[in-house]
């Protein structure tokens, strides 16, 4: 299971174990059986038939009913598996710059100071969520540049994880005091995004998300190579020819372009990409090449389930993907420091 594959394209010979490819077709495999499950189930029934024609031919007796059910139910899974993945390989980018495996777009502020840019342009001017997502990348890269200029001063271990944390917290009470401000109307709309939302997920929202993954996505297939020096140290990094500084500026850069467009269409979603690079830690190499994609399909599958367990568990009410993401998240969160402590101190 563990045999190195080689993928031969030209000059290129990319190494895979073959335990690497048996992970990803399982994770395929899993995300197309969530895929269907969640255009089936919902607050409205859906016959297993009628999904199977809707699916195949769109001439049956109830298309129009079918078809306008879809409307709502595919976008809001392409949001979910799209936004997954770039939140997971958000996080990753985050874990190496910042040498710690809890590091997070929510942890460390990020996801935070997007959202409150986003929603200081929603309340002041009517933009479109295209230039909400522009803002929100302004906006985290100012409390990524804040929070680690910070992390530095504190010369602590885990004083990423502290300052990002203290940000975080300071910046949703901003957020919570300027919704409040603008009246009861206006902090019921917000509220919902604000917690972590695939509500209001529409074709638009998808086009938006693949647009930006698009333009990132010649990076992110670049990133293993500066990932894997800095894996080995700053100062390892520094005697092969890395700049390790610039990398850092680099992969801050990268992250917080990653999780802006999310923040835009579905609000802050914390811990997904913490469970997901732990997961996919847990089934295949520590390699970038293989930990990256992987991690990328695990936030997919995670946040998918996410909403879809928030919109069919608890029926009547309907629960925000982010709420389940952040209650799975912290106890994640909990096992994985308890993990790491009994590893220091067996």
Request: charged share 10%.
């Amino acid at each position: 299971m563990n045999r190195t594959l080689y993928l031969k394209a030209g000059p290129l010979h990319l190494p895979f174990r073959q335990r690497f490819i048996f992970v990803l077709i399982t994770m395929l495999a899993a995300i197309l059986l969530c895929i269907l499950l969640a255009l089936w189930q919902g607050t409205q029934h859906v016959s297993l038939t009628a999904l199977a024609q809707w699916l195949y031919s769109s001439t049956h007796q109830d298309a129009h009913e079918i078809d306008t059910l879809m409307q709502l139910r595919l976008p809001r899974v392409l949001v979910a598996l799209i936004a997954g993945a770039l939140i997971a390989a958000s996080a990753y980018l985050l874990q190496v710059v910042s040498t710690n495996k809890l590091a997070d777009p929510g942890l460390l502020g990020i996801s935070q100071g997007s959202n409150a840019a986003i929603i200081l342009s929603a309340m002041f001017m009517t933009t479109s969520t295209s230039f909400q997502a522009l803002g929100g990348l302004v906006g985290g890269l100012l409390v990524g540049a804040f929070v680690t200029t910070l992390a530095a001063r504190l010369r602590n271990a885990n004083g990423l994880i502290l300052a990002g944390l203290a940000v975080s917290i300071t910046l949703g009470a901003f957020v919570e005091i300027m919704m409040v401000s603008g009246g009861i109307t206006q902090f019921s709309r917000y509220l919902s995004w604000s917690h972590g939302s695939l509500d209001a997920a529409s074709f638009s929202d998808v086009t938006l998300l693949l647009c930006w993954a698009g333009l990132l996505c010649p990076l992110l297939l670049a990133a293993p190579r500066l990932i894997s020096p800095m894996l080995l140290g700053n100062t390892q990094a520094a005697a092969i020819g890395i700049n390790p500084k610039q990398v850092q500026v680099i992969m801050i850069l990268l992250a917080t372009s990653l999780v802006a467009p999310v923040v835009a269409v579905a609000g802050p979603l914390s811990f997904i990409g913490l469970i997901a690079t732990h997961l996919a830690r847990r089934v295949v190499s520590p390699h970038p090449g293989e930990l990256l994609p992987t991690a990328m399909l695990c936030g997919a599958l995670l946040l998918l389930l996410a909403d879809l367990a928030g919109r069919t568990l608890f029926l009547p009410l309907v629960i925000p993907a982010g709420l389940l993401a952040s209650i799975g998240g912290v106890t994640g969160f909990l096992i994985i420091s308890r993990m790491r402590r009994k590893k220091r101190h067996p």
